[in-house]
């Protein structure tokens, strides 16, 4: 089973469940438990990403890096595309947010390289630990926790997605 059909399988199971999380700055808060569930997906994309054969792309007549976009691009629309089938609200948030993660973590793959997947770990933990209102009512910096009704965590979404591939596709070659 690939990451992210498990990943929109358990979206469906854990629905809109929430736990409470310390927040350094609300005490203590409730926080939904599908902000998580994209970790599988944007770790599964960076893996993939990180595999490759350096020698053969160096040699490569035309760029790999166009060739990863659009395999980013197509794997996270499918999934979109997949969890709106399905009509599960949970699951389209939780691909919109898999969205707004790789968009991050491919905007620091240039500075990070392999460690650009901790980018967003450390979101979420940002958003847990520094959020001052909890959920159904978040911040709206946050993204992640929003509802799939909300109109700027979709445009957030979408704009740190096409800058991080913007940046993967513009970002010097990696040296073997």
Do not use: K
């Amino acid at each position: 089973m690939s990451a992210s059909t498990a990943t929109g399988a358990v979206a469906v199971w854990i629905g809109g469940s929430s736990v409470l999380l310390p927040s350094l700055l609300a005490g203590s808060q409730q926080t939904v438990l599908t902000v998580f569930l994209p970790i599988p997906v944007v770790a599964s994309l960076a893996l993939s990403l990180d595999s490759r054969l350096a020698a053969f792309e160096a040699a490569a007549f035309r760029s790999p890096r166009t060739h990863e976009v659009l395999f980013v691009a197509t794997f996270l629309a499918a999934c979109l595309a997949a969890s709106a089938a399905v009509a599960s609200t949970v699951a389209v948030a939780t691909f919109r947010n898999a969205a707004f993660l790789t968009g991050l973590m491919l905007a620091a793959r240039p500075w990070a390289r392999q460690a650009s997947v901790i980018a967003p770990v450390l979101w979420i933990a940002v958003v847990v630990f520094f959020s001052r209102t909890p959920y159904p009512d978040p911040d709206w910096w946050t993204v992640l926790p929003e509802p799939v009704s909300a109109p700027h965590a979709a445009l957030t979404a979408v704009a740190t997605l096409a800058t991080g591939l913007t940046v993967h596709l513009c970002a010097r070659p990696e040296l073997p």
